[in-house]
């Protein structure tokens, strides 16, 4: 049966990580191979009562991640609908490229901290396209934008999703990771913008030229306003929610949508019915990026069957006996994620090591919300944001990986060497 679930895991692990050359979304690879490690399990065990109440108990940590996410989504989205990103973006001018780069890296780094690095991403290479002429330079944006975002979505509990599987997972805290993670995670950003900022020199910005009969939904500066401050107020309300009642995550970022559609509904309510249909939160639900969901959902399911059998903690064993040094694991799990996905990776790194060898906060966990975080900045394929840019600007792999994936393995190492004399140092 073991030899079964390991094959099977790992033929769904390469469904996923050759979701382009094969054409077959990785969310169908996720569903079938979760179906399929649970059925060989269910038959294999011969105990259903044993199988369902395990079954029952992954399936609740995976509803906690799920609504979590789903929550947080339909806020951007809400955001978006509203036009509440251009409080930032509009800000946004200059007349030379480094400069431009520092100031979009810097925004990236630090939206990405309070929204997520997929949603981040999509702002801000949108962005660039109302900005940059040249498709040389959008391409070049885009992938300090990656890196940025990754880096920036490290940090803090809500960033990204591996973090936030972590933190609802009970490995970190949210006033911990963030300040173990915050100068790492800089450094990682700060490497590659300042060669690029150099590499870029003195270079102008070329504004694209706009169609003045070009037709945009406009909002009002009062509801962009609201609906930005109220929907980042509640994000960031969220790890303050856990701590003050103890609840878990998901239930302060359903609550805060409550709050949210309720506001929305009272401020359009005497609106005309087009108008209104396109800025409520029933629509935003309809937006939400559902196949990443279902992806979630899948893995997660998966990764737990390996849990239940003892998988993931024998490999664990095996390259604590083999190699040894637990920062060269992290970081080799960082690397490997540049290939696959981060999301099955932790998920699997979750089982493979228990709360009472490594208690939560410590060295093992937060160095792995750094690695899995910014690891997967070195391929376009690595992170959720670099597929996002790769669709949105039909970024090449190759391109990609001559001209950004150098520069985001130098952030990657020099930001992995702070945190490690960053740790000796302070504990």
């Given amino acids: 049966m073991l030899t079964a679930l390991i094959l099977v895991f790992v033929l769904t692990y390469t469904a996923i990580a050759l979701e382009h050359p094969l054409h077959i979304n990785k969310s169908a690879s996720a569903l079938l191979g979760a179906g399929l490690l649970w059925t060989i399990y269910a038959m294999g065990q011969g105990d259903p009562k044993a199988v369902s109440h395990e079954l029952g108990e992954s399936l609740m940590g995976t509803a906690q991640i799920v609504f979590f996410l789903m929550g947080a989504m339909t806020i951007v989205e809400v955001v978006d609908a509203h036009n509440g990103f251009e409080v930032i973006t509009s800000r946004i001018k200059t007349t030379k490229l480094s400069t431009l780069m520092w100031m979009v890296g810097f925004v990236s780094f630090f939206l990405s901290a309070i929204l997520d690095n997929l949603t981040t991403t999509i702002v801000m290479v949108s962005l660039m396209k109302k900005l940059l002429d040249q498709r040389e330079d959008r391409l070049f944006f885009a992938g300090i934008i990656v890196i940025a975002a990754n880096a ?18 009970g490995q970190i805290t949210a006033v911990e990771i963030m300040k173990g993670l915050f100068v790492p995670s800089m450094i990682n950003l700060l490497v590659p913008l300042g060669v690029t900022a150099w590499l870029l020199g003195s270079r102008p910005v070329i504004a694209p030229q706009r169609s003045p009969d070009e037709d945009t939904f406009e909002t009002t500066a009062f509801e962009r306003n609201l609906m930005f401050f109220l929907g980042l107020s509640i994000l960031v309300a969220v790890p303050v929610f856990k701590t003050v009642t103890h609840l878990p995550p998901f239930m302060g970022i359903l609550f805060g949508l409550g709050m949210l559609w309720l506001v929305g509904d009272l401020v359009h309510r005497k609106e005309e019915d087009l108008r209104k249909q396109r800025l409520t939160l029933a629509r935003a639900l309809t937006r939400i990026d559902m196949s990443s969901i279902v992806f979630f959902i899948g893995i997660l399911l998966s990764v737990a069957v390996l849990e239940h059998t003892h998988i993931l903690s024998s490999i664990a064993q095996w390259l604590d006996k083999t190699v040894g040094r637990q920062d060269v694991i992290v970081m080799l ?95």
């Fill in 152 to 169: 920036g979505g490290a940090w803090t509990p809500i960033g990204d999703v591996t973090t936030t599987m972590l933190w609802i997972g």
């Fill in 333 to 427: 799990i960082g690397l490997v994620s540049a290939v696959v996905d981060n999301v099955p990776l932790v998920a699997a790194s979750m089982g493979m090591y228990s709360l009472t060898q490594y208690p939560p906060d410590s060295f093992l966990w937060e160095f792995m919300a750094y690695c899995a975080g910014t690891g997967g900045s070195i391929l376009i394929i690595g992170s959720a944001a670099g597929v996002a840019a790769m669709g949105l600007e039909k970024i090449d792999f190759i391109w990609y990986m001559k001209r950004i994936s150098g520069l985001a393995l130098l952030g990657y190492f020099a930001g992995a060497v702070v945190y490690i004399v960053q740790f000796k140092l302070l504990h």
